[in-house]
């Protein structure tokens, strides 16, 4: 008989079930048990790709549960989830065979008060601010051409090559790299030393001291980026005598150093741009500037010229220049003579007058006083007094010489520029100055020829030149013009 019944062997009564068994089995266990739920945490990594769902982590401090919003629910959220925001979220749980991996369908979500590190970020943000280092006034100019650049990343990761390559393309600098950790327990201390060391270092020394700073990293969660928001690396770049860029993340992330920082930049790349012109650009600037200044210049100097000549033309004639101090002196001239004679005749009837009262007698008397007086002086004078006070009046007359020798030599100092000023006027504005510059005078029969009809009618013409002067039918040969002859009232100067 028991060779007839076989003994099953252990294990053989199992059933066997697919991969695909075994995951379904698993979702409808997972999802028939946990088909609504609520879940309090804190939202950690938030992510929107182009498709319109919304990936989430939902963590406490020891685990993490990874969180979907499918994109009909996120548009009608009425609080949309961002990091660090300590949430309420009501869905089901569900599996993604794929991945051999569980999540939550999130259907609603609500806020439920301020994570702890978000907290923690905020109490340190209202600190700060009351401290002032937020302020506008005490944020630095950023330098508009730095010789040299401090650039404080981590040297293996693409940020600095965003950096270097940005800068070579727009205005080669000069760089110096301070290598830190960008996450993790070091990077706080690290990034400090580093922005301390650049400003520690000595102007012109063998190892240039930066002009400007960048703090640079790529983007990442806010744990992954947190070192940036210590209180130590937020003092640091708030205390940096050397202005200072931060670029920490992305444009949507914010830390605490970009409140304290000099400049903000959205990514390293733009934090490049912000650093430094555009060379092709600057260049052009200053040779368009260089152009603007030729133009404005030959444009003054034209308009100087025009008015120049229109001054020229507005000055008087130089013969007219002397008609009206010439009749002055002829008028001068002709009352002389009669004033003098009536200023003898006045001086003579004021002497008759004062001599009229003139007696023997009286001068006698006078002087006989005077006598008296200066008798009685002489008495009460002796010859030191005399002498000195002859020797003090001399003194002073010398000072009073001297001083009204010095006063009229610098009036005849004066008064002989003014008269060779004068001269070199009216050299200038003689006839013969015009002569000097190719005009001519016609005569006809001795009087100055005008017009080409007197010209006509004249038996002979001369013609004076600036070297001489040329007779024109007469026959006569050419002669030099006198030096000091008088000028023509009026002629034909050509």
């Not at 703090?215 to 992954?224: L, Q």
């Amino acid at each position: 008989m028991s060779d007839l019944i076989d003994e099953p062997s252990e294990g053989e009564n199992t059933p066997e079930f697919t991969v695909t068994e075994i995951s379904g089995a698993v979702k409808r266990t997972i999802e028939g048990t946990f088909g609504h739920v609520r879940v309090k945490g804190e939202i950690g990594r938030v992510s929107r790709p182009r498709s319109g769902h919304v990936y989430l982590d939902l963590k406490d401090d020891r685990n993490v549960l990874s969180g979907v919003i499918w994109k009909g629910v996120a548009t009608r959220l009425a609080v949309q989830p961002e990091e660090g925001m300590e949430v309420v979220a009501t869905g089901k749980l569900t599996t993604f065979g794929g991945q051999s991996k569980y999540q939550m369908v999130i259907e609603d979500i609500a806020p439920a008060g301020m994570g702890a590190l978000m907290a923690m970020l905020e109490k340190r943000k209202a600190a700060l601010a009351a401290e002032g280092l937020f302020a506008t006034e005490r944020k630095r100019e950023l330098p508009y051409l730095p010789e040299v650049i401090g650039v404080i990343t981590s040297p293996s990761g693409a940020v600095i090559r965003d950096i270097l390559h940005r800068l070579r393309d727009r205005f080669p600098r000069k760089v110096l790299i301070w290598p830190v950790a960008v996450q993790g327990k070091q990077c706080a201390p690290e990034v400090t030393r580093a922005i301390e060391g650049f400003n520690a270092m000595t102007p012109g020394g063998a190892l240039p001291r930066p002009d400007l700073l960048i703090v640079a990293r790529g983007g990442g969660s806010i744990e992954d980026l947190w070192g940036f928001n210590e209180e130590i690396v937020a003092r640091a770049a708030a205390a940096s005598d050397i202005p200072l860029i931060s670029a920490v993340g992305h444009e949507t992330d914010t830390t605490l150093i970009d409140y304290v920082s000099d400049q903000r930049a959205p990514t390293p790349t733009a934090a490049a741009e912000l650093a430094v012109p555009v060379r092709s650009e600057l260049l052009a600037w200053v040779e368009e500037q260089g152009a603007r200044l030729t133009r404005a210049a030959t444009v003054a100097v034209d308009m100087r010229k025009q008015r120049l000549r229109d001054l020229s033309r507005a000055l008087p004639k130089p013969e007219s220049l002397l008609d009206t101090p010439r009749q002055r002196l002829d008028r001068a001239t002709e009352r002389l003579p009669a004033a003098l004679t009536r200023a003898a005749q006045v001086k003579r009837l004021r002497l008759s007058e004062v001599s009229g009262s003139l007696r023997p007698a009286t001068l006698i008397r006078r002087v006989d006083e005077a006598r008296s007086r200066l008798a009685d002086r002489a008495g009460r004078l002796s010859s030191d007094l005399l002498t000195r006070d002859i020797r003090r009046k001399r003194d002073a007359f010398e000072q009073i010489s001297a001083r009204l020798s010095r006063v009229a030599m610098g009036q005849l100092d004066g008064w002989s520029s003014r008269l060779q000023a004068l001269e070199r006027i009216r050299q200038t504005l003689g006839y013969r100055e015009t002569l000097n510059r190719g005009y001519a005078v016609v005569r006809g029969d001795g009087d100055v020829v005008t017009t080409a009809k007197a010209a006509k009618k004249a038996a002979s013409l001369e013609i004076e030149f600036a070297d001489g002067r040329y007779a024109v039918g007469a026959g006569a040969a050419p002669r030099k013009a006198k030096p000091r002859e008088t000028p023509p009232d009026q002629g034909s100067l050509f």
